[in-house]
Nanobody, 111 residues
Framework: QVQLVESGGGLVQPGGSLRLSCAAS????????KKWYRQAPGKQREFVAG???????DYADSVKGRFTISADNAKKTVFLQMNSLKPEDTAVYYC?????WGQGTQVTVSS
């Protein structure tokens, strides 16, 4: 059973940065695709970023050029570096690996 634990969320002013982390318990972490999603209040969960086994990345249009996904296979951790944050980035952020989801970490962008 895969267990995922996200961290790094918080309150930040517009234009600020945060780095989210997601630690996984799965032994095959290096050969799994990893993704970040987010869910804002009253909205459906949406794709934010993904990273493939080979290191290829994909981003939602709304975060391209501002967010960067990366993974440290030795530490079994996937990261989401978020820069130039906007109020509309406010949401609970989730990582997902092999169909499992973490508990989420709250990101609030507000002045």
């Amino acid at each position: 059973q895969v267990q995922l634990v996200e961290s790094g969320g918080g309150l930040v002013q517009p234009g600020g940065s945060l780095r989210l982390s997601c630690a996984a318990s799965v032994s095959t972490f290096a050969i799994l695709h990893k993704k970040w999603y987010r869910q804002a209040p009253g909205k459906q969960r949406e794709f934010v970023a993904g990273i493939t086994i080979g290191g290829g990345t994909d981003y939602a249009d709304s975060v391209k050029g501002r967010f960067t996904i990366s993974a440290d296979n030795a530490k079994k951790t996937v990261f989401l570096q978020m820069n130039s944050l906007k109020p509309e980035d406010t949401a609970v952020y989730y990582c997902t690996v092999l169909g499992a989801w973490g508990q989420g970490t709250q990101v609030t962008v507000s002045s």
